[in-house]
């Protein structure tokens, strides 16, 4: 034997290699477990964003403090640097979003995988690229306040909704003011893809949100988007979240569009037309069976809910901004005739403090299912989760 060295057993080498045997064994089930955690956290997370889900908000900053207000810098009229263009290329859901027919009350509609809504031509309407700046022949503008505390319940869900409506209805482009109050309410990252896309103009508005009042935060907000942007627009119509234009005898893609361009033709001296509000009340269907808020009501008034009318006007011809008629330089205003064009207004149960339907409430009221054909198309083009997720911000 080598000097220096002893002669190894065979009881100390069978050791040896049997700690490492099981050493190895060890690591080996700790990668496995690792792995499985890692997949089940994936497919977990997967089922998660493709059901109806409501996001919780984070906690409230409290109210009145002036850092509880974030602001990008205050937009005024000198001020463009708060004003971010931009559209959105959505993501797809894998769930049609509850348009639940008569024959399926309680359940979604059959699945349209984004292929196959992309596919089909009746789709063009969401697929057509937007564009940032003018011309165009017709445009929106909105004043919004997204909050948790809204007895309504009008989330960016329904803002998102809304704004594919409008999409479906014609319009080119939207411009939104947005009046938060507390910084966790800024809608700026909401529609941060709707911004990039081109169909989206953001005014951080929060400036003129608190003390809120018709005239220092909403006419403000019409006349701004007039003064900077008017010249871009043909026509333009200002109304909100929870109210939808509709034609009675045209409901394909396009059809405010087509139905100003036919106003217009015939009568040519007129600068704004005015839709009228027809209210549509009741408790809604839980998103379980429908998750779009014009899918949610089906009972209208019989007659015009009020006279508080919504206008669709021409920006150059308007010298003073207002809710419900415009100031005009020139030109007149005319209604819509009420059995081509109306206004939707989806009130809900506010009637009824936000309780069970009444009878007073039945009464006053009609079935109207009119929107089925919208909801479905939309439903079925624009797989996007962001229509089916309740979400504040």
Known sequence: TPSGLRPMTVGSGADMMLTKV???????????????????????????????????????????????????????????????????????????????????KGTHASVYSGTQAHGNDDCAWYKKPSSPKGPYFLTAVLLVRIYYEDLAGLSSREMFQWLHYLKYAGIEHLYVYDAYILRNESQSHALAPYIQEGFVTYVDWSHRANPYSIDGTQLSAYQDCITRWGSESVWQTAIDIDEYPFCLTDQKPGFMTRYVKNFSALHPEVSEITMQNYLFLGKPLPDKEQAFLFGKLWRRTRNHGNTLVKPIYKPVDISSAQVHHNALSQGHTMDAPDGQFRMNHYWGARLQNWGEDKPEIIAITEEDRSMEPIVRDIARCVNNKDLYTKRWN
């Open 22 to 104: 099981m050493n190895l064994i060890r690591y080996f089930l700790v990668l496995v477990l690792v792995g499985a955690f890692f997949i089940a956290s994936l497919s977990y997370r997967f089922i998660a964003e493709t059901k109806i889900t409501t996001v919780i908000p984070p906690e409230r900053a409290a109210r009145g403090s002036p850092d509880s207000i974030a602001r990008s810098p205050a937009v005024t009229e000198n001020n463009n640097d708060a004003i971010t263009k931009h559209n959105s290329a959505t993501t797809h859901s894998r769930h049609l979003g509850g348009f639940a027919s008569r024959s399926q």
